[in-house]
């Protein structure tokens, strides 16, 4: 059974950083994607990452700002945010899959495994 686990949520003041973790408990497609989701808004893609080669991709709300990075001995994968904005706040996901038509994909139906999130939260 797939599992996956983020941790690195917070609480964090405008300008500042945070970064999370998500563990997968065995392998279950070469693509991690984050998510995150504000309370009354749907879900909404942050980026993913390639676990093969380690190539990203950012949607334009976090470019510049965000990093996300593996560690496949490890089966993780890490969001890095800095620069956060009060509009980051949200509850993020991790979720892994298969690749598709030779690319991660970018929505969540693209994605079969999910993780239970963390809590980010930026004050102004």
């Known amino acids: 059974q797939v599992q996956l686990s983020e941790s690195g949520g917070g609480s964090v003041q405008a300008g500042g950083s945070l970064t999370l973790s998500c563990t997968r408990s065995?392998?279950?497609?070469?693509?991690m994607a984050w998510f995150r989701q504000a309370p009354g808004k749907e879900r909404e893609g942050v980026g993913n990452?390639?676990?093969?080669?380690?190539?990203?991709y950012y949607f334009d709300a976090v470019k510049g700002r965000f990093t996300i990075s593996r560690n496949n001995t490890k089966r993780a994968a890490y969001l890095q945010m800095d620069s956060l904005k009060p509009e980051d706040t949200a509850m993020y996901y991790c979720a892994s899959g298969p690749i598709r038509n030779s690319n991660c994909g970018r929505g969540p139906s693209d994605y079969p495994f999910w993780g239970q999130g963390t809590q980010v939260t930026v004050s102004s």
């Open positions: 990452i390639y676990t093969v080669t380690g190539f990203p």
């Open positions: 065995t392998y279950s497609g070469n693509c």
